[in-house]
T-cell receptor
């Protein structure tokens, strides 16, 4: 079965620290990849997406992600986190020609001021 | 504002009661989805509608039914609520294969 795995369930960082959240998926064909963010009490918002082309994707608020096809990975990075980045982050994969998103379990990021 | 609107935002049901969660989008998207979000489990797809007039089961359809009333509206019905259905429910829409836009969610508690 297709699945998405996020390595870290809960990450605590101090402001200005660098962030990397891991995401791996199990599907051998063409995929579209997404990172969504959910701020406390809010709905999910698109952070960035990869459909094709340059595997290094830049999103909003200084986030970026790198698609490494050989590793089935799409890790999220930010060089310097802020307190306002405290949120839950979801990796999602859309396999092949399906319209359905498969989500990872989510990673809660807590940034201490 | 363009987007996905869900009602109600909060609901408490007694076991065995029924209710319908409403979802409407004004972005002229063809596809709509219902997910539930539970701690530590991410979002799981309940049902989806690839286009008006079609609906299909997702990962966790048991205990739910859906209706794609028209292109804008996609409702989720719990016929006989159970405590295991306590969750946050999100509706989303997209063009088939495109990015999703999510609604603000319905927090449902079944006692």
């Amino acid at each position: 079965a297709q699945s998405v795995s996020q390595h870290n369930h809960h990450v605590i960082l101090s402001e200005a620290a660098s962030l990397e959240l891991g995401c791996n998926y199990s599907y051998g064909g063409t995929v579209n990849l997404f990172w969504y963010v959910q701020y406390p009490g809010q709905h999910l918002q698109l952070l960035l997406k990869y459909f094709s082309g340059d595997p290094l994707v830049k999103g909003i608020k200084g986030f970026e992600a790198e698609f490494i096809k050989s590793k089935f990975s799409f890790n999220l990075r930010k060089p310097s986190v802020q307190w306002s980045d405290t949120a839950e982050y979801f990796c999602a994969v859309k396999p092949g020609n399906t319209g359905k998103l498969i989500f990872g379990q989510g990673t809660t990021l807590q940034v201490k001021p | 504002n363009a987007g996905v609107t869900q009602t109600p935002k909060f609901q408490v049901l007694k076991t065995g009661q029924s209710m319908t969660l409403q979802c409407a989008q004004d972005m002229n998207h063809n596809s709509m989805y219902w997910y539930r979000q539970d701690p530590g489990m991410g979002l799981r797809l309940i049902y989806y509608s690839a286009s008006e007039g079609t609906t299909d089961k997702g990962e966790v359809p048991n205990g739910y039914n859906v209706s794609r009333l028209n292109k804008r509206e996609f409702s989720l019905r719990l016929e006989s609520a159970a405590p295991s259905q306590t969750s946050v429910y999100f509706c989303a829409s997209s063009e088939w294969g495109g990015s999703y836009t999510f609604g603000s969610g319905t927090r449902l508690t079944v006692v």
